[in-house]
Each structure stands twice: as structure tokens, then as C-alpha cells.
């Protein structure tokens, strides 16, 4: 896994190359680790990009019995899991754009305690989105390669993006 610290599009933003579907997990077990209180997690990117590979890492990060077993719930909407903190992993996909979050239940999750990971964000609206959030854009790069920028709003992302290294995700 490659880190592009440098980011000249956002000040609090930070870039990750992953080579495998276990890198982009382990990105995200490496967050869920420092996470300490909670965060919304915006997660843009096509079908296959990782998104659902990184809430899984995010979900063993925040200590989910390996028990459950995490998936997409494209289905159900909203899957809760159980954790050092809840995690809350929402999926948009069969949703119209733009989604109102009051009628599914989203503004509720928001003002949880917990962790809320919500794939195909981009069928909220703008103006629904939390002011403190962190908003993951993956890109497919290749087979299994795929690039992770992600930009920190309204919250210091130092305790969460800045000080994670490429030892601490194998």
C-alpha cells in the first residue's frame, strides 16, 4: 500500500493506493481503531471500487465480534452491529437521488453515538450532509488496485488519517 500525504486539492485531505481487497480492509481496521467517539463516513465510488471491503475493516476496527459477518445491506438500507462503539453500515444504492434522509430514518443515525458508514452517499443531497464528516472517494486503479482519498470536514483528521502508515495496515 502506497500514502500520498500530500494532497494538493484539500488541506485535510490524505491519499491511499491499496493493492488488495485485504489492504482496503485493513485501511479501514486501522481507523476504526482510533476512532473514539462518533464520526459519519460519506463512501463515494462505482460498483466493486471498495467501499464495502473498508466498512468491513472499519467494523473489526471498532471490535465487531468476528461473529457477524459484515456485508453490504443493499437490501435492508441499515445493518447495526455491536462494537466498542455501534457502527451503523448504510447503503443508498437502490435509493432515487436525491434521498431524503428524514424519511429513512438516516437523520436519526446521525445524531447516534456511533460510527455511521454510509455507501453511495452521493444520492444525499449536499445540504444533507453533516458538518463534521469524513468523505472517502474510491477509484478503481486496476484489477485490485484502488486509490482512497479521503477529506476530513470539521474535525482534525490527524488522530484518524494523518498518522496512519503503511506498517500499521498489513
Known amino acids: 500500500m502506497n500514502v500520498n500525504p500530500s494532497c494538493p486539492h484539500h488541506q485535510d ?34 460498483l466493486g471500487s471498495g467501499k464495502t471491503a473498508f466498512a468491513q475493516g472499519i467494523a473489526r476496527g471498532l471490535d465487531v465480534p468476528s461473529s457477524f459477518t459484515v456485508t453490504s445491506p443493499t437490501y435492508t438500507l441499515v445493518n447495526e452491529y455491536p462494537g466498542r462503539l455501534p457502527f451503523y453500515h448504510v447503503d443508498l444504492y437502490r435509493l432515487p437521488t436525491p434521498v431524503d434522509p428524514d424519511e429513512i430514518g438516516l437523520l436519526d443515525l446521525l445524531d447516534e453515538d456511533g460510527v455511521v458508514a454510509i455507501e453511495w452517499a452521493q444520492r444525499l443531497h449536499p445540504a444533507d450532509r453533516p458538518a463534521r464528516r469524513l468523505e472517502l472517494f474510491f477509484t478503481v486503479t486496476g484489477e485490485t488496485a484502488r486509490s482512497i482519498r479521503i477529506i476530513a470536514y470539521g474535525l482534525d483528521p490527524s488522530d484518524l488519517i494523518n498518522d496512519i502508515g503503511v506498517c500499521s495496515l498489513r
Open 13 to 46: 485531505a490524505r491519499e491511499f493506493e491499496t493493492h488488495a481487497h485485504g489492504q482496503t480492509a485493513a485501511l479501514g481496521r486501522a481507523m476504526g481503531r482510533r476512532m473514539d467517539h462518533g464520526l459519519v463516513l460519506l463512501l463515494f465510488g462505482d
